[in-house]
């Protein structure tokens, strides 16, 4: 079974609107972290935000913030005001931290290509 | 800034091959990361690293081999290249549990 779930292949979004991008993961383990990255067509992976499992309010960076629901396990990121720089490839991923630990393993999805339309 | 630095940004090489990725960073991380990004699959992980000499599988290793002799250093090795390496491979690093650095990739193909 997949541990990270993104069930949106592609979107659209125009200039200036907010956004979500999905995010649903599987674990067990009661300690664990949950990233956003962003990959640009350049191929490089830009680290956007992250959540603890433990964390008592919803991660924000600037424009970005993770609508973190741990009973639906869902981490959904929203951006505001899109802008044209960030069409892009978004990818949420897991960190496992318990039961002997991941030290540092992420898990990803597949990934959502986000479009923004002028 | 963390920086992550990979030999290539574009490779080919020819089935057959031994083909050497190198991946450097300047953070003094311990962890260090090799994966390979194939579209709709999303990225997975070959292999990664705790500290020098250690290594440990990842979800797929086969077909992959890695050194790491020094700290900043981390290398993945294709023993004998074949066609459906074709990829980009992605070297990230970690201190401990934090955020994993990516470097820019190497898309390979194998001929």
């Known amino acids: 079974a997949q541990k990270i779930t993104q069930t949106q292949p592609g979107m659209f979004v125009q200039e200036k609107e907010a956004v979500t991008l999905d995010c649903t993961y599987d674990?067990?383990?009661?300690?664990?972290?949950l990233f956003w990255y962003k990959q640009p067509s350049s191929g490089e992976m830009i680290f956007l935000i992250y959540?603890?499992?433990?964390?008592?309010q919803n991660a924000t960076e600037g424009r970005y913030s993770l609508n973190f629901q741990k009973a639906r396990k869902s981490a959904n990121l929203v951006i505001s005001a899109s802008q044209l720089g960030d069409s892009a490839m978004y990818f949420c991923?897991?960190?496992?931290?318990?039961?002997?630990?991941?030290?540092?393993?992420?898990?990803f999805g597949k990934g959502t290509k986000l479009s923004v339309k002028p | 800034d963390v920086k992550v630095t990979q030999s290539s940004r574009y490779l080919v090489k020819r089935t057959g091959e031994k083909v050497f990725l190198e991946c450097v960073q300047d953070?003094?991380?311990?962890?260090m990361f090799w994966y390979r990004q194939d579209p709709g699959l999303g990225l997975r992980l070959i292999y990664f690293?705790?500290?020098?000499?250690?290594?440990e599988k990842g979800d797929i290793p086969e077909g992959y081999s890695v050194s790491r002799e020094k700290k900043e250093r981390f290398s993945l090795i294709l023993e004998s290249a074949s066609t459906n390496q074709t990829s980009m491979y992605l070297c990230?690093?970690?201190?401990?549990?934090?955020?994993?650095?990516f470097g820019p990739g190497t898309r390979l193909t194998v001929l």
């Open positions: 990230a690093s970690s201190f401990r549990v934090s955020e994993q650095f």
């Open positions: 674990t067990s383990d009661p300690s664990y972290g």
């Open positions: 959540q603890g499992s433990y964390d008592q």
């Open positions: 991923a897991m960190r496992e931290e318990g039961y002997g630990g991941s030290q540092g393993n992420l898990i």
């Open positions: 953070m003094d991380h311990e962890n």
């Open positions: 690293s705790y500290d020098v000499k250690m290594k």
